[in-house]
Each structure stands twice: as structure tokens, then as C-alpha cells.
């Protein structure tokens, strides 16, 4: 079982940065791919990121790249996600995945309960 608590969302205006933590209550934490996902209203969650076990690989979609960067600490179990120059259309309840696919196709099974993120003048 692992339980993930992310935490770092917020209110920001366009063009603003955000770090999001995902911190991991588990023994083994570096067993997982861990990833990074968004929900926003109205719409079905999507894939954002992924980082290897050891972080020597990771993948962003499109969407975020030269964006958002996702990135992990094995001795403090925890996630991040740096996000750069954000828009409107990044607003979302974010949620950590312990688990996944590097390209997010497969999705862990474990969740966080998510941290909203809302990008708006």
C-alpha cells in the first residue's frame, strides 16, 4: 500500500509558477515510476509527467514541455513538479500516481486525493 499526499497548489495568475510536492508514505518509493496527472472541470484526467524509479528518464506531454518539469528525491520519498509561465488552460486538480508507464499510458494504481491548481487574472 502506498499513500501519496500532494500539496503546493494554489491561485496564480498567467505566466506565474507553482511547485507541486507529492510526498510518498512508503518503504519503496524507488520500486515506482511515479507520474504526474490533471482533472479539470468537466473533462477526464490526463497525463502531465512521468519520472523513472531513479529519475535518470523522464517524459512530458506537449503540452508542458519546456514548461513543467518533473523531478524526485528517493531520500525524502518525495515528487515535484515545477510549472513555469502557466496559463489558464493549466488549471486542473493535480494529482500524483505511484506507478505508472513512463508515457502514461498505464496508470498506477495508486493515487494521491489531488491538489487544485487554478491559473486566472
Known amino acids: 500500500q502506498v499513500q501519496l499526499e500532494e500539496s503546493g497548489g494554489g491561485l496564480v495568475q498567467p505566466g506565474g509558477s507553482l511547485r507541486l510536492s507529492c510526498l510518498a508514505n512508503?518503504?519503496?518509493?524507488?520500486?515506482?515510476?511515479m507520474g504526474w496527472f490533471r482533472q479539470a472541470p468537466g473533462k477526464e484526467r490526463e497525463f502531465v509527467a512521468a519520472?523513472?524509479?531513479?529519475?535518470?528518464?523522464?517524459f512530458h506531454v506537449d503540452a508542458v514541455k519546456g514548461r513543467f518539469t518533473i523531478s524526485r528525491d528517493n531520500a525524502k520519498n518525495s515528487l515535484y513538479l515545477q510549472m513555469e509561465s502557466l496559463k489558464p488552460e493549466d488549471t486542473a486538480v493535480y494529482y500524483c500516481?505511484?506507478?505508472?508507464?513512463?508515457?502514461?499510458?498505464?496508470?498506477?494504481?495508486?493515487w494521491g486525493h489531488g491538489t487544485p491548481v487554478a491559473v486566472s487574472s
Open positions: 500516481n505511484a506507478g505508472p508507464s513512463l508515457n502514461g499510458i498505464t496508470r498506477g494504481i495508486f
Open positions: 512508503t518503504l519503496s518509493f524507488s520500486d515506482y515510476n
Open positions: 519520472i523513472s524509479r531513479f529519475g535518470d528518464q523522464t
